[in-house]
């Protein structure tokens, strides 16, 4: 039986949270957004020659592999890394880059109106991080360590979590009578002492305790 390619096996896979596919690339500031979605989430590779339904296309000039390094170069802030290989399938060139989860968040990158963004990976997609995420990311970068004072507000978040899955961070706001900014700041601390975790349901970015 003959042994398939490994990038036959990763098509196989379809796109997912940490692989993503691209027929073309035409646009540096977009695969820029990729690059930081895959840098401050779980890494991943981007296959550059296959199609949305898996087939090989084949990367059609050099030109690709210099529009992703201008991506990286040129369109992330800080710059995210990547490693490139070229694959030969049946005559047809894959290119596949791999970025790998950056211990450097946030990185940021051009969103549709051109202001810089961090991005996040979300199953197949890449949607843009709060300013609780960034304000994380930060305080994460600092190595001093970080005293988090058990405030009313801190009681009535623990109290809730006791309950409830997970919550957002408006519903933190109305539950501890606080501002947006106040709660922001909170989550974000909690976050950074690894109290609370974040995850993503239905595009949705909500916090939750660690046990």
Known sequence: MKKRHPIELLIQEGEHQQLDFKFEVSDSKKIARTLSAFANTDGGRLLIGVKDNGNISGV??????YMIEAASQMYTKPIVPFTANTWDMNGKTVLEIYV????????MAPSKDNSYKAF??????????????????????????????ISKPVEKLYEYLEQHPYIHLRQFCKLAHINYYTARNIISDLL???????????????YQRVS
């Not at 609780?132 to 994460?140: A, G, N, R």
């Open 60 to 65: 059609r000039s050099d030109e690709e592999y």
């Open 100 to 107: 790998a989860p950056s211990p450097d968040k946030p990185h």
């Open 120 to 149: 996040i990976r979300v199953k197949d997609e890449n949607i843009l991080a709060n300013e609780v995420l960034v304000l994380y990311w930060k305080k994460k970068q600092k190595p001093e360590g970080r005293l988090i004072r």
């Open 192 to 206: 950074a002492v690894d109290s609370l975790a974040y995850h993503i349901i239905d595009k949705q970015i909500v």
